[in-house]
């Protein structure tokens, strides 16, 4: 029952990665297809959502030891007329898997774990990181009230960073907007409004909050390079429609947008080379 239970696994674990992989050039395809970044956004939301919950289903499966006994595992593919083929795995297997199963879980738990704890170690670096923050000047501030009334966003504060590399947001609960100390006084009016806007949106649609989950979920299914290359494209997705939400109000505005971002690039080039110790992340 042990050894057919592992089998079973084995078979289950083979058939969960394959899917994975084909869901993954499935989405990647529609993306393909599809002209709306928002969309694009969500069809690898939805990937990683049934990816983690697949993995999920399948641990409390094998740690319930639910498994029928089987003679032989198979991997299960389904057929044209809709029923289970099958890739059989060995029996041959299971004097190895008798006790390679067990140790693959405990080396899978424990690289998880590692994971988890590394995910709670920049958490708290962030933590910290936002104590050293300032209060906006109160031109600056009076701007970012204007913008959180105008799209609609309640309890957001703006912290400014020395050692920022980057604007980011932090934090799902009550909200902050980051923007490096350094670079208020290199914009003008205009394009730190556009940079605070594109921020502003990664509140208002909760970007943090659905990004951390995503990010947990990539370290319970850290084996699988599908997942980590789709919260990759995902936060590519995330960016390019926070652009167009700035600019959709005409090409007047893509303009002035483009112009600002190609003066943001610059910026962060030269605090780039200028500080090596300076801090850079997305959504950490």
Same mark, same amino acid.
């Given at each position: 029952?042990?050894?057919?239970?592992?089998?079973?696994?084995?078979?289950?674990?083979?058939? =969960?990665?394959?899917?994975?992989?084909?869901? =993954? &050039?499935?989405?990647?395809?529609?993306?393909?297809? +599809?002209?709306?970044?928002?969309?694009?956004?969500?069809?690898?939301?939805?990937?990683?959502?049934?990816?983690?919950?697949?993995?999920? +289903?399948?641990?409390?499966?094998?740690?319930?030891?639910?498994?029928?006994?089987?003679?032989?595992?198979? *991997?299960?593919?389904?057929?044209? /007329?809709?029923?289970?083929?099958? %890739?059989?795995?060995?029996?041959? %297997?299971?004097?190895?898997?008798?006790?390679?199963?067990?140790?693959?879980?405990? @080396? =899978?738990?424990?690289?998880?774990? +590692?994971?988890? *704890?590394? &995910? &709670?170690?920049?958490? *708290?670096?962030? /933590?910290?990181?936002?104590?050293?923050?300032?209060?906006?000047? $109160?031109?600056?501030?009076?701007?970012?009230?204007?913008?959180?009334? $105008?799209?609609?966003?309640?309890?957001?504060?703006?912290?400014?960073?020395? $050692?920022?590399?980057?604007?980011?947001?932090?934090? %799902?609960?009550?909200?902050?907007?980051?923007?490096?100390? $350094?670079?208020?006084?290199?914009?003008?009016s205009g394009q730190l409004a556009d940079v605070l806007r594109h921020e502003l949106v990664h509140v208002r649609c909760r970007h943090y909050l659905w990004d951390r989950l995503a990010a947990l979920g990539c370290r319970l299914v850290f084996f699988h390079p599908a997942v980590w290359f789709a919260h990759r494209r995902m936060r590519q997705e995330r960016e390019l429609a926070c652009d167009l939400a700035v600019v959709q109000d005409g090409m007047d505005r893509r303009l002035h947008y483009a112009e600002? @971002?190609?003066? &943001?690039?610059? %910026?962060?080039?030269?605090?780039?080379?200028?500080?090596?110790?300076?801090?850079?992340?997305?959504?950490?």
């Amino acid at each position: 029952m042990f050894v057919d239970t592992n089998l079973s696994a084995v078979s289950t674990w083979m058939t =969960y990665f394959v899917q994975i992989a084909l869901g =993954y &050039l499935t989405t990647r395809g529609l993306c393909a297809l +599809i002209d709306s970044a928002r969309i694009r956004l969500r069809l690898w939301g939805c990937f990683l959502f049934l990816t983690i919950a697949g993995w999920t +289903i399948f641990g409390v499966h094998v740690s319930a030891g639910s498994s029928a006994p089987l003679t032989t595992a198979s *991997l299960h593919v389904v057929g044209n /007329r809709g029923q289970w083929g099958f %890739w059989p795995v060995s029996g041959s %297997w299971a004097g190895h898997l008798a006790w390679v199963g067990p140790w693959t879980w405990r @080396l =899978y738990l424990s690289i998880a774990i +590692i994971f988890m *704890l590394q &995910l &709670l170690w920049k958490s *708290l670096r962030l /933590r910290s990181f936002l104590r050293t923050g300032q209060a906006p000047s $109160e031109e600056v501030g009076l701007l970012f009230q204007k913008l959180c009334r $105008e799209m609609k966003v309640s309890r957001c504060d703006l912290i400014l960073l020395p $050692e920022l590399r980057s604007p980011a947001t932090a934090c %799902w609960w009550r909200p902050q907007v980051l923007l490096p100390t $350094e670079l208020v006084p290199f914009l003008d009016s205009g394009q730190l409004a556009d940079v605070l806007r594109h921020e502003l949106v990664h509140v208002r649609c909760r970007h943090y909050l659905w990004d951390r989950l995503a990010a947990l979920g990539c370290r319970l299914v850290f084996f699988h390079p599908a997942v980590w290359f789709a919260h990759r494209r995902m936060r590519q997705e995330r960016e390019l429609a926070c652009d167009l939400a700035v600019v959709q109000d005409g090409m007047d505005r893509r303009l002035h947008y483009a112009e600002c @971002l190609v003066k &943001l690039a610059r %910026w962060w080039f030269l605090a780039r080379r200028n500080s090596s110790d300076a801090i850079g992340f997305f959504l950490v």
